[in-house]
């Protein structure tokens, strides 16, 4: 079990920059692959960024690729990701998850914990 709790989000201007943070609590955070998922109002939740155990092997949606950097501090058991250049379309509650190993990075469903998200608003 692994408790997951997001900070960092907020409101900012288009062209700005947020970074969110996750931090794990529980069982070995090193352990776990971890992604960064985002949901907009009406839509369904996305995977945006995820990190392999080591961070040797990352995931970028399309959408984010050269905005988004995802990044693990394992002594730390906290997993960030950096969001620049910003648009409105990246306006979403964004959610931590955590896969046991051998989880595919992009595959939603297998990640097996959840944080409650934060909620990012871009405003234009």
């Known amino acids: 079990q692994v408790q997951l709790v997001e900070s960092g989000g907020g409101l900012v201007q288009a062209g700005g920059s947020l970074r969110l943070s996750c931090a794990a609590s529980g069982r070995t955070f090193s352990g776990y692959v971890m992604g960064w998922f985002r949901q907009a109002p009406g839509k369904e939740r996305d995977v945006v960024a995820a990190i392999s155990r080591s961070g040797g092997s990352l995931y970028y949606a399309d959408s984010v690729k050269g905005r988004f950097t995802i990044s693990r501090d394992n002594a730390k058991n906290t997993v960030y990701l950096q969001m620049n250049s910003l648009t409105p379309e990246d306006t979403a509650v964004y959610y931590c998850?955590?896969?046991?190993?051998?989880?595919?990075?992009?595959?939603?469903?297998?990640?097996?914990?959840w944080g409650q998200g934060t909620q990012v608003t871009v405003s234009s």
């Open positions: 998850a955590a896969g046991i190993s051998g989880a595919r990075l992009s595959a939603t469903q297998d990640y097996d914990y």
